[in-house]
């Protein structure tokens, strides 16, 4: 038993005990009619460390699955397209906002309407993970805030 003492204080000092060194602001998630089957979500993610971090990927309870997504310009059309991370270069933010890099909520498991509050983790590529509780907010349609932008 004195043998796997040192092995159970080496496994716990591999484990990260501690969520990554960022900062969540201004987290949503998108608001969807009823029927709809997906959503996203959106944040600011500041990273307050000295290294990079990528986002690597995310969980909810209120969809089958979590991705990962962002949008590209395929033949003059923009396009969402699945991507394995989101890089977080130290000490900088990077936003997921509509029409750019956001978190999709593939497989609803239930309505998303504005004023309910949803779980969602994030999780890092230095093996940490952070537990939100994110408001449901209603959002303009891409093109409106296409407009307002100049673009």
Do not use: C, W
Request: aromatic residues 2%; negative net charge.
């Amino acid at each position: 038993m004195k043998a796997l003492a040192p092995l159970l204080l080496l496994s716990m000092l591999a484990t990260p005990a501690f969520a990554a060194d960022v900062s969540i602001n201004d987290a949503y998630a998108r608001a969807v009619p009823p029927g709809q089957p997906n959503s996203a979500a959106f944040m600011q993610i500041t990273n307050k460390g000295d290294a990079a971090l990528t986002l690597t990927g995310a969980t909810t309870s209120v969809a089958g699955v979590a991705e990962l997504h962002t949008h590209i310009q395929d033949e003059g059309v923009m396009r969402m397209r699945r991507i394995d991370g989101i890089e977080l270069p130290a000490g900088e933010s990077v936003s997921l906002k509509p029409g750019g890099l956001h978190v999709m909520l593939i497989g609803l498991e239930k309505n998303l309407a504005a004023g309910d509050k949803i779980d969602l983790t994030l999780e890092f590529s230095d093996g940490s993970s952070e537990a939100l509780e994110i408001p449901v907010q209603p959002v303009m349609p891409m093109g409106h805030q296409m407009h307002q932008g100049g673009n």
